[in-house]
């Protein structure tokens, strides 16, 4: 199977481009569209949101993962390979977190091109047939040759910041609940949010965080949008008061 995380929108040429040659490339092969909101042009928040959300696909999956502001520099394309899955994308930080997590991750620099490659559009035209290669059969090595991504040890285990805003209006941070206690109490906004198990736990209105069904703490509102009552965006920094 072949899953889709990127900034690319559902509205507009980019997503169907993307999927078209997927169907050419790898014909047959299931295409799952995961994100298609990933933080726009943000590889950080994204990162933390692509190390969640992977975990739930079986080994063999294929990851296209295109949050690529650099696109047309000379940043690398990356096949890495972390827990029997891979992932090809742009080398800007968007697998550090999977790299990261994951025992003995192998990265691969593409030097295979397409007859023609776009400056700007290299989901299409480079990411999307190489991700379609692999999902058929082929190995990394023949498309890539080995290397070390660029690191960035700089960025957290996990993130005090609001890296998504669902359909909902929740705001799901780069925090795994494992990494705070149970009941600690955090503020976003201004604002201080205490920690319930879930929506039913508090009345409505009620502005809490909880451990969403992947892993990640998330600020929501009982029967509202914690984004708008909060004021809360990506980027949005969030305190662990205790």
Not at 52 to 59: D, E, H, K, V
Not at 73 to 96: H, K, M, T
Not at 149 to 173: F, K, S
Request: proline letters at 9%.
């Amino acid at each position: 199977m072949i899953v889709l995380f990127t900034d690319f929108g559902l509205a507009g040429p980019y997503s169907g481009q993307v999927n078209a040659v997927l169907q050419e490339t790898a014909p047959g092969v299931p295409v799952i569209q995961l994100f298609a909101d990933a933080p726009a042009g943000q590889p950080k928040p994204a990162a933390y949101l692509l190390a969640a959300y992977a975990q739930w696909f079986p080994a063999g999956t294929v990851l296209l993962c295109v949050v690529d502001p650099g696109v047309g520099s000379a940043r690398r394309g990356l096949i890495a390979e972390a827990a029997g899955r891979l992932y090809v994308g742009p080398d800007n930080g968007l697998f550090e977190l999977v790299l990261r997590r994951a025992g003995n991750p192998r990265c691969w620099d593409i030097g295979w091109r397409p007859p023609t490659l776009s400056a700007s559009f290299h989901g299409r035209d480079l990411f999307a047939p190489v991700a379609g290669r692999l999902a058929r059969g082929e190995l990394p090595v023949a498309l890539a040759a080995p290397v070390a991504p660029r690191g960035y040890p700089d960025w957290p285990d996990d993130l005090a910041e609001i890296v998504y805003i669902d359909h909902y209006g929740n705001a799901l941070t780069g925090l795994r609940g494992e990494s705070l206690p149970p009941n600690a109490r955090l503020a976003a906004g201004g604002h201080p949010v205490v920690h319930a198990e879930t929506f039913s736990c508090v009345p409505s209105g009620a502005t809490f965080w909880y451990v969403n069904s992947n892993g990640l703490v998330e600020i929501a509102v009982n029967a509202g949008r914690a984004d708008r009552a909060l004021g809360l965006a990506v980027g949005s920094e969030v305190a662990i008061l205790a």
